[in-house]
């Protein structure tokens, strides 16, 4: 029998550089490396919660790609899904990231055309990983980067959906990538095989044309496509520094809807990737106990909440620090400051 | 006629070990290294204040020892009644510490066991030093360590009480190295030496079982014991970045309560070592001004409200600086953004 | 003909020393060096927004006179009117600043006694400047910094007035350079000469002696001298860390007053060099623009207000960026969080 | 079928912390924090070298212990056989380390007593690794801890042993950990079930009180053991920023010797972990060729002599960088500078 | 009449990234950011002797094109001659450098296809330049880099040359972009135009097939073509650390040799660029001081010498400290270890 | 009875700034900082070897003075005779240090004039300190500062001569200060209240217009003046990162010369201080075992070469590890490359 995965995640890795401190990518002279990218960071954010988890990528075959396949295993993914690349031209994108400050915002360069990711191809993978996975996440990024990273997903969601796995989907609409309508015609032609579905609710008016209240945009996704669930963050930007969230999941077969309360005055060192993490967190609970959603839910907005304040792309919270996170938030009453 | 110290403090010197900026413990490549605890917070905040201090504790004849005993002396501290232990078992205690950011509580590991410091006994010291101290204070820290350095405190104590310095003592209750009854059981056997006690109106509660407010539990100790002066810290707790901070001092012989409005909105940099600002503070005013308690107060308020702006344990303002923060917040009025 | 500049400033350039992090001046064992100065921080700021700016000014020659030399062209100001001390006493100011968090307020230290600039004079430039200048600007500090640099700042006022540049002057007032009646005493000697003229309320008050409203204030500086425009910034500080921008400003021509709702709840990272990129702001809109101080106004108020949040003292925002935060300021709806 | 190791290798797992560029542990404020330990630093190379690795080692339940962890991950050794010590008293064992610099010798401080490895028995581990595991590997250091790492140690090797894995034996003496003759009392004991032996001609000579030369010694060692390979590095120190090295390897079966030309001027950046590095690279050699031993002294040689030149205890190159150094230290005539 | 530049460049700008002290690009949390480029290299360190230069070349219109711009500006060349890219897809090509110790080599990575330099073409010049310029200089690299740049770059040439501007060209072959036909094949088709050549022994036999000793190659280049000079640098590589360094220059109008003897045992920082300061200080040379060609190979041989000294890949000694060096290397007896 | 001290200096506290690494002073954006002065390196080597010293020195009131003082504490001299000048021109003087690579020396960039230690003066100290101290020492370099150190520095030496204190001078001529005559005549006029005189053979002959061989120009000196002891150091620059060190000390009483052979191809990573480091370890010798002058010799050339490896202006070694390297220094035979 071959290993199972609770998860596997198809998306590109990036380097982020960004400078130290409060500088500037036009200034100073250091800049901090990490890696990141969206699916990279789901699978990161469930594997720190205990689940089994692997990426699907492509690395270009040198330091850069043995830095990025070390930091995978660091962060308790497994790299066995890892192709690499050694032509002449292999490279690894790259994003440059300064944070924002009022009046300020976070700055962004991307740097990523033509990396190695971009040659993915589903024959550089034994079929058997579709059948020994669980569930299988990617996002509207990978289908946006080119024409073979799109093909790549569709095919993959495909053999996976066949497998019986669980596919989730995180819309991560990037008007840098393509355009909203470009976004609307590819991913409407795979929501029919897609079981969980991330999508905000600026998105889905503006780039889906729903209409009406938050809950009915929500319903109306499940009632066109055969989507099992539906969640949507909730983030209120009081500024680069402070931001509120909460989420609403809905759950097409029992007809409900999940919220909490919101964290709030979130103290955020830095955003890049709570967004993924509100998808670790959802994906976690739903894969450990799939009828409890409000446990989902909880999960979600906790990984999310926490993730502002780590910095870099990636989640860095085990299971133990999230529950007491969650038992914090739901808690009343005097709590300690500090546990010693 | 011998040196003398206005305070000496007994209590283990720990190395402090803290991530760079916002990075945690579990990741990074860089701890900044300092030295803290919580009696050598004390005596550098009375030393920093203009008082003659001195720490006795116990350091391993190692760099790391040679270490401490440099940044005792760069605090202020006398290093005089430092004693080495050169055994094969000789170890620095350490800590790690890394800040929170809401909705993440800071985070600290102990790695304190089997340290030098516990293996410190009054016969490794001069019997000369219970003369020359006018006070000597030591924590419910020393006390709960473990029993060789309990006896140590408590033989002091009584030496130094013979000898008629004050005896000043902070409960400073650690769950992780005692219970509340084996921490009330020892501290209540030393509170007839006690002269100034600084006591948490949540530990008065949960360890002594006192009850009614607050200003009835600070005088329920002085009719227990011959307590001169009793201190309470009030603290709220916006988020791991914002505190308020007050207290009131209960002066027993004059049945009189000291009370000065909060510092609200403190910019919490470091929290660590807040508390023994505190003490130093009041500990500062009552032996420059012993009968003037609303100076000792100010000083205490202003010693702990600023010591949070300061990275690591140990405070690093002066008395000129103190003068001008207590100077501003009984200010009314316009005041200076800097002074330039 | 001669190359034409926008603005020429005329000031000292200090070697700025500052703490990293949250570290203090009296410890630690790393010092962030950048160059700064009012004079130099206006013309910096000009340059960023897409004028042609120099800076005249005295340097060292020697690898400190290099490091300002090169960081001026860095910053994109003309270096061509650097002139260099080769003398035993050559030396480049220094001033080491630490950031304040509530309620420890910043800290400096000024060592600026002796240095080159308190040498310059107006032999050591070609003449051809006063012609090919538009604008030139100066502060108090330069006045008050020695005699010499008192004479050279009036004699080079009065020539490039006489060749038909615009004179702007910050009054810039320093307590630590000067008293406010030899301020007063000397800057109304150069009024008669000015044409923009930057002057804080309080200033206003407490040096000059005017009394009435804000705006009675402005107005009665352009009754008592030949100014055409007098401007006001208006800083509310909630803490080291918040503070709220906003200015006003009046033209005497039109008898109009300019004014805009305040940048609420900045997160100042670096307050140092945010009056100066006001200055520049107001003065790149009237370069730019003449007629219209409404945009002049907005120039200056987000100049000032990103500045904050810039570590060191000088700008570093493009007008593309200037742009997009004074668009983002006059706007209502929601606001992306990010542009990517 | 379980998965299969190549390696597991049985040992304590440090923190390593060292001061920054040349800095000294008795001053400055900042320790670069890393991991190693004599047996991780062998299974690392291994794996580096393509094989598939995994530790045996006991962690403390914290964020220290997930530190050590993720980066067990990171060099791509398994973390499989990790186990957790949540008791109060856990601890990562820690080691200091400054660099040298001729007239100044190298410096350590350790601090490893008490730590969790020192609980680490048998019935923590899963009986299936001994039938999985091609070979096995200790050293002398996990003897000399204490008692219950001697006898897990003893019992692991001999389980090993009846399931047929290679036994490979580092002596590793340590002066500071046990006495010559307690350790040749107990390595005897072991030696009997050791299939590939490392010791140093010295520590043969001290220690196991062998006469003769060099080729005698290690020939002796296989007359009076059934051991079937002995390996002995050679290294000369000029200072502590240049050495030398070679080896000499003796093959009991064929009576062979084996030897190579010495890297000769090897810059020196962290020579700790160089001798864990040959022993990873000789089993490489004989796992991956077994029969080829000049193929493995290449390996080990090339594998310490590049270990010199990286910081910290790990090894960080690849084959393919390996098998380049290898060809370049056997050419003759020019060399590029660079491969670019 | 316009402004007049000694010497213009043309070549990519690169962002270049490497680890901080002896880390490896594999691993480490920090990367230190700086710029270089073969033909910025030379221009800056023209300019840093006290000529006037530009650099021709094409940025990304974002923020890491301004970090380059204003390092441009940094450096003291001129960036008039800076064109911008506003694509989607412009891009600043990268290159990761790790430096070498024995017997590691130093270590790049590329990752330059796709930039906006590729982009460049003459149309985006005014035809002003080819008049103000007394040289102009670029390389191979540009040449190899892709079509665009070699047409661009071969335009340049003859119109620089139909100018009367002396023309520059250094083979500095990469075998990492072409093949030695490739290079010979194109450059051989431009050294009809060429006045100023450089070229390594090595490419000299390799690539253009010339034969016979050193001295008679360079004579034999300027027999084939119409060149006046061509220099030919010896450099001994006794390690990563250390090399010696020297060089041949050979007049054609006067059929003379020069040389003088090699700095011995160079400590070599960082050797990257080293080449091309013996490309600058030669070209200072000839563009100073025409007929003197001992001494343009003075200086040639020190600035490439001392880059070796500074890390990144650009100069950073000006004339003066250049002249103390020539002066030294050139002198006799004790010699001072420090100025003070 | 007063405390005694070992030891007093006399001298400058200056704030040394250096880039970090290889950076140089004029690029990059950090510097190291620390506090140096020849006279207070001498005072801290002989303290760390374990003699109670202070230093006599005048520093600004400001956070930089808090800062030196600190440090001077954390080096184990005595605060106890620092004075504070509170002066509006208050300044701490600074120097800032590149180190050197071959063929680049060091550099040094001295910014000291008009530092508040130029303003000292017997009268801001308690004539107690003359009769409580042992040895005074102070050099050239504090004669040469300005008229009022100089004035000050001869009052010093005449009353603790007075009191019977050894007096110690170096002579460390700084041609930056003052000329050959100058000194001469003005050490000439000090040199009959000197027991123990530094002087370097150069200094000797072209200041002093010594002939001679070294051996007679020592004794030359005894003649002239009744000074006890005379040492001179030698030192071979191989490189500005290698370099020999000895010394010859001759004892005029018993006529004899101490020699012992140098320490050769000494690591140098920061040469400053290193000749401080050897008076201090020469006046260690004499005066805790006065006759014994090979001792003295020992301790001196130890202290100074292994200074050489220590970064900043000052000794960090303790008698034990200043032990173990003269006993390396003197010992055959193999020895351990590190203990542990």
Redesign the interface.
């Known amino acids: 029998m071959s290993p199972t995965f609770d998860l596997l995640s198809l998306g590109e890795i990036l380097l982020r550089?960004s400078p130290?401190?409060?500088?500037?990518?036009?200034?100073?002279?250091?800049?901090?490396?990490?890696i990141g990218g969206a699916e990279l960071n789901v699978a990161s954010g469930v594997s720190l919660l205990g689940l089994r988890t692997g990426i699907l990528s492509r690395l270009p075959a040198?330091?850069?790609g043995?830095?990025a396949k070390?930091?995978v295993?660091?962060?308790?993914v497994s790299d066995d899904w890892l192709v690499y690349d050694d032509s002449?031209?292999a490279?690894?994108g790259?994003y440059?990231y300064?944070s924002?400050?009022?009046?300020?915002?976070?700055?962004?360069?991307?740097?990523r055309?033509?990396s190695s990711f971009t040659g993915i191809a589903t024959d550089q993978f034994s079929p058997s990983m579709y059948e020994s996975t669980r569930c299988f996440h990617t996002s509207g990024i990978t289908l946006a980067l080119c024409e073979k990273t799109r093909e790549t997903a569709i095919a993959m969601i495909r053999a996976f959906k066949e497998q019986g796995a669980l596919i989730s989907f995180d819309v991560n609409f990037?008007?840098?990538l393509w355009t909203g309508p470009e976004a609307r015609a590819c991913i409407e032609g795979i929501l029919p095989m897609v079981d969980i579905f991330f999508c905000s609710e600026?998105t889905a008016r503006l780039t889906f044309g729903m209409e009406g209240s938050a809950e009915e945009i929500l319903r109306a996704f499940t009632r066109r496509y055969p989507i099992r669930i539906v969640a949507s963050t909730q983030?209120t930007?009081h500024?680069?520094?402070v931001h509120d969230f909460t989420s609403v999941i809905y759950d097409a077969r029992t007809n409900q809807y999940f919220r909490e309360a919101p964290?709030e005055?979130?103290?955020v060192?830095?955003?890049i990737g709570s967004g993924d993490a509100y998808v670790a967190g959802v994906l976690y609970g739903l894969l450990s106990d799939p009828e409890n959603l409000s446990r989902a839910l909880s999960y979600g907005n906790?990984c999310s909440?926490?993730k502002?304040?780590?910095?870099g792309d990636l989640p860095?919270?085990?299971k133990e620090?999230i529950d007491?996170?969650i038992a914090?938030?739901h808690a009343t009453g005097?709590q300690?400051?500090?546990?010693?």
């Open positions: 550089l130290v401190g409060n500088e500037r990518i036009a200034r100073g002279s250091l800049f901090e490396k990490t040198n330091a850069l043995t830095y070390n930091q295993r660091f962060l308790g002449k031209d490279r690894l790259v440059y300064e924002g400050a009022y009046p300020r915002k976070p700055g962004v360069v991307y740097d055309r033509h990037r008007g840098n600026e983030r930007v500024s680069p520094k964290y005055h979130i103290d060192i830095d955003r906790a909440a926490v502002n304040t780590i910095p860095s919270c085990g620090e007491r996170i914090a938030h005097r300690s400051e500090m546990d010693r």
